[in-house]
């Protein structure tokens, strides 16, 4: 149709200026001519197959629909508000395996999960049969994925940026990451900029600082994107930083004490005192008040044994649940960190920054190990996995940023933890830490309408994701977006199954 | 205007009419011998964009006008007319710049704003050269529409056309035809700017205060001479009409479609946002001005039914290296599309043609483009009565080219804009 078109165009021109027409390289002279046609449009190289093969015309529209929102393709006909996702490999996370079931999402939410799901009549189906149906993948980082990194000022609020039609967030989409945290936790390891050996040593830092959004990857539309406006509460606490460890102390004593009085407020309320008085509550307190009451992670960086030695005395002291970030040595005193409320944010595939891994020539054990998840499981822990770079893009190095957060978790299993540990790792574990475990992270009734279906085990390096859902949308289909859909592999037949398969 | 007076001087009959109004004041003796004759452009092709192209055809124009257009054997060419033979060219109407910021300093679109500049005419604020006037003429402009690129209401715009250089200073009074051609509005994705729209349809969406009823107190103490005429067919008891001041009245006009709008959207994000207020206010439907990422959003737009002002840019799809082409893919699916140059700067309009070129080699369709930088601007600004295309009765607005208008390989080598010759190649040093 195009290059009949192209054909048309082409024919005019030479027409008009009275020259022959010649429709296979256009018309012949003048620096015009030799202008557009050195045009990217006829960069096109191969046939057919990859993302350069097409003809630049055809591309374009192949990718339009794909970009565009898959739900409203029919738009004269009414859409059911029902989505099965049919006889896949159910891993519910928060529930064993199911071999072949079905998820059933209605609207927003999923409304029945199982072996025995009755679809209703007119509802969209995906067939997944053979697939493995996870839950929508929770990463506790994520950058650029929502408007490409901005930093809120003023009255400005997070969600009135967004950018629904970001390529980040399609590519966060095409390896099943639906929901992500921004803005708290920067880069591969640590915040604040620095790494996080030794961290919380720097003077002048806030004691505690909110940062960070949660969001979902609702690509298209701007509705149902924020889940939670503030995602964490941020500490600088180290066994070397005595300044910064006598003021969050001082803080979070205070935030004890407001819970006493409060509590004894409520005692009062109850016993029928109408005139008792709420005590009083300033803005850093109230913070640490949520942190203690559950509702606010608090975040702080640690790697170093003895970091963290006093990061999990700051817990047991007033009872403070704390995410620990790094934790690179946490395998060498797991046990001895048992005592506190701690859980972990880890980064599997990152050695030690500080080099010194399990260097003998040290009085103990030290550094970076693979087994530092499955110490930590050994011990009690709950723990979650960041991927090496939370940024995402076609360039770089393939494995080494967002894309491959799975990969990441399947590392902890090299370290001797469990694949349902491993998987728990990328969806409820990080729900449960950034508490938003009652919206998303497991395939259960009544959470949002986010899966991810994929080709192969999620833990699979070859895993592809095939379709992406987030509340209820189907957001992206690898068959109709141009990052992976020259990839034509049948993946029934020529690849072996996985650990899951055989089980 | 002095050169064309002394030219006809030397004509008898011009200095019969000049000896009888010679008594007269000099002034109006100048207008009246100014008064230019008729011309009989003989054209190999005249490409009318409203219809047909024609073969052979003759323009006849007088008093800025074309009056007759034709095949040259049923044109009749009147005694009186100065016949231009120009058997190599084809005519096509002047393009018409529909969002242009020539003549402004501000370098690009700003939806950043919360403006409130119902009041503001860009007229006051333009700053011409004769220099930039031909530039304009010499790209192929005949019209252009200049407009604040602020956010929020940036104000009124204003039409304006290149005129013949002379030894005079250039005032910018020469140059504009319409001091209120359009509203010309922004909106980037903040808190700040949402704010600032929310609270514009609250105060002037009659159909949202009609459903919650008006319960404040009228003002009964509005002096009448704050209304303006336009206004007066609003029913007086409705707090929309009370919203009317000197800042919100242009968009009131707006809402009424008595006044063309355009809102500039800085990417596809703003479109998202922007996209909650046209569903709660179907009377509020500009045409956008959007970037060359918008191919993302073109589904929507073409739900939304609203025309849209496209630069010939390609956007590259941010992490691939795919070229995607927002204008045509807008016309592809049938969106009215006014097709604007990549550059915001007089100076940057010389390439607009052979942009157009490029985008009919990408598969748009030669005359679809043609009208993209013609007659659906016209249609836009609502002067298509007017010009946009080669018809009698309107404005002689042309362009002589020595092959078919947009391809590669033609030249432009003379422009008239209401007749007048603003640009023409020989003469150009």
Known sequence: MRSVRHLVALVVASVALAQDSRPESGPDSGPAASRTESGPASRGRGRGRGRFGRGEGADSRAETRADSRPDEGAASKPVSPFLAIKDGILYPVSSPVVRRGTVLIKDDKIVDVGRDVTIPEGARVIDARGKHVTPGLVSVTVFGTFAGGFTPRGEEKTADQFDPYNQRMLMALSSGITTGCEGALQGGGGFFGGGGRGGGRGLGTPIGQLAGFVGKHAYGSIEGVTVRDTAALLVQYGAGDLLNRGQTRDAVRKAVEYRKKRSDWIAELAAGKKDAKQPPLDDPTKNWVRVLDGELPCLVSSDDRNDLEAVADLSVEFELPLVVLGANEAWTIAPRLARAKLSFILNPRQRDSAGAWNNPAAPHENGWSVENAARLSAAGFRWCVQPLSASVGTGGLMGRDLLQLNMDAAFTVRGGATEEEALAAVTLRPAEILKIADRVGSLEVGKDGDVAIMDLDPLDYRSFAEFTVVNGRVVYEKDKTSFFNHVQTDRSKGLKGSWANER | ?429
């Open chain 2, 1 to 429: 205007m002095t050169r064309r007076a002394t030219a006809f001087v030397s004509r008898p009959r011009a200095a019969l009419v000049l000896a009888i109004v010679a008594s007269l004041a000099a002034d109006a003796a100048a207008q009246d011998a100014s008064k230019p004759r008729a011309i009989a452009y003989k054209v190999k092709r005249a490409v009318t964009v409203s219809g047909a192209a024609i073969d052979d055809a003759v323009l006849l124009v007088e008093g800025g006008k074309i009056v007759k257009i034709g095949k040259a054997s049923e044109v009749e060419i009147p005694d009186a007319a100065d016949v231009t033979d120009l058997p190599e060219l084809t005519a096509s109407p002047g393009f018409i710049h529909v969002a242009s910021l020539a003549f402004l300093p501000q370098p690009d679109f700003d939806g950043q704003g919360r403006r409130e500049g119902g009041d503001r005419r860009i007229a006051d604020e333009i700053n011409p050269t004769w220099e930039q006037v031909g530039k304009l003429a010499r790209a192929g402009f005949t019209r252009l529409n200049i407009v604040p690129p602020d956010g929020g209401i940036a104000g009124y715009g204003c039409l304006v056309r290149p005129i013949p250089r002379t030894e005079r200073p250039l005032r910018a009074e020469q140059l504009v035809s319409s001091r209120e051609s359009c509203l010309m509005t922004g909106f980037a994705p903040r808190t700040t700017n949402k704010a600032f729209w929310k609270e514009l349809f609250q105060k002037t969406d009659p159909k949202k205060d009609e459903a919650k009823g008006d319960e404040s107190p009228r003002s009964g103490s509005r002096p009448s001479g704050e209304s303006r005429p336009t206004s007066a067919s609003r029913p007086t008891d409705s707090k929309a009409a009370d919203a009317r001041d000197a800042k919100t009245a242009p968009f009131l006009d707006v809402l009424d479609r008595k006044l063309p709008c355009f809102l500039f959207l800085g990417n596809s994000a703003a479109f998202a946002h922007f996209e909650v207020y046209f569903k709660d206010h179907p009377k509020f439907r500009p045409v956008l001005i959007l970037r060359p990422d918008a191919w993302v959003i073109l589904d929507q737009v073409k739900k939304l039914g609203v025309p849209v002002v496209l630069s010939t840019s390609a956007s590259q799809r941010p992490d691939t290296n795919i070229l995607r082409q927002a204008a045509l893919e807008a016309m592809d699916r049938g969106i009215a599309t006014a097709v604007i140059p990549e550059t915001n700067f007089a100076s940057g309009y010389a390439d607009f043609a052979f942009h157009l070129a490029e985008l009919i080699r990408r598969g748009a369709d030669p005359a679809q483009a043609l009208r993209a930088a013609t007659l659906t601007p016209a249609e836009m600004l609502g002067v298509a009565d007017e010009t946009g295309s080669l018809d009698a009765g309107k404005t002689a607005d042309v362009l002589f080219w020595t092959g078919e208008p947009l391809a590669p390989t033609s030249r432009l080598v003379r422009a008239l804009a209401a007749g007048a010759v603003v640009y023409d190649e020989t003469k150009e040093p």
